[in-house]
């Protein structure tokens, strides 16, 4: 069974401060993992994957990820945090090797970005 | 281009009746699936359609069914409504069903079971 872990409810981080969202996964096999975010009333959108490859991910938005297969982990990073950052995100996984795209999310994280 | 659409927006029930909801996939997709949000919740699977067949099933019980039609777009279908039902129901479409690929998200349905 794949699973993910955010295991903070609420982050909040002041604007042009560089922000951090953890996620941590579980899978049997090698993963795909991304982050999406979710505004007020709306679907969630794409932000960026980590599918093969360079362990550092270039998203939208100036959003980046680190994979670390060792740590099991793919924080969501970036470098100034602007306000209207301010929303839910969600990381998620995917088996490799279960076929079909079915994802499991985590149960997310508010980000706050005051000014 | 339109993104995913899904319909209604907004429906309201009570226990024990039945609801269908909508969707159609983003222009060029043939693969939909379909996400439970309880209120506090991450996503959580319910069903993948691809070829008018259920490919994929989650955790849910048989009250849960759906359908895809020839155009792509597809519908849920939920039996006998419980209160727990209540949540954000979306539908996400993808060009195809491979594992390495991106979903792209309709708005939702908010379904409040009474």
């Known amino acids: 069974a794949q699973s993910v872990a955010q295991p903070e409810d609420q982050v909040n981080v002041a604007e042009g401060n560089p922000l951090t969202v953890k996620c941590t996964y579980s899978?049997?096999?090698?993963?795909?993992l991304f982050w999406y975010v979710q505004y007020p009333n709306r679907g969630l959108q794409f932000l960026l994957k980590?599918?093969?490859?360079?362990?550092l991910v270039k998203g939208s938005y100036g959003f980046e990820a680190e994979f670390n297969k060792s740590q099991t982990s793919f924080h969501l990073k970036k470098p100034s945090a602007l306000v209207s950052d301010s929303a839910l995100y969600f990381c998620?996984?995917?088996?490799?090797?279960?076929?079909?795209?079915?994802?499991?999310f985590g149960t997310g994280t508010q980000l706050k970005v005051e000014l | 281009d339109a993104g995913v659409t899904q319909s209604p927006t907004h429906l309201i029930k009570t226990r024990g009746q039945q609801v269908t909801l909508r969707c159609s996939p983003k222009?060029?997709?043939?693969?939909v699936s379909w996400y439970q949000q309880a209120l506090g919740q991450g996503p959580q699977f319910i069903f993948q359609?691809?070829?008018?067949?259920?490919?994929q099933r989650g955790n849910f019980p048989d009250r849960f069914s759906g359908h895809q039609f020839p155009n792509y777009s597809s519908e849920l279908n939920v039996n006998a409504l419980l209160l727990g039902d209540s949540a954000l129901y979306l539908c996400?479409?993808?060009?195809?069903?491979?594992?390495?690929?991106?979903?792209?998200f309709g708005s939702g349905t908010q379904l409040s079971v009474l």
């Open positions: 996400a479409s993808s060009p195809t069903k491979g594992a390495n690929e991106k979903l792209f």
């Open positions: 899978v049997s096999g090698n993963p795909y």
């Open positions: 980590y599918i093969t490859g360079d362990n």
């Open positions: 998620a996984v995917r088996d490799k090797a279960g076929g079909g795209n079915k994802l499991t």
């Open positions: 222009s060029g997709h043939d693969t």
């Open positions: 359609y691809y070829e008018e067949e259920e490919r």
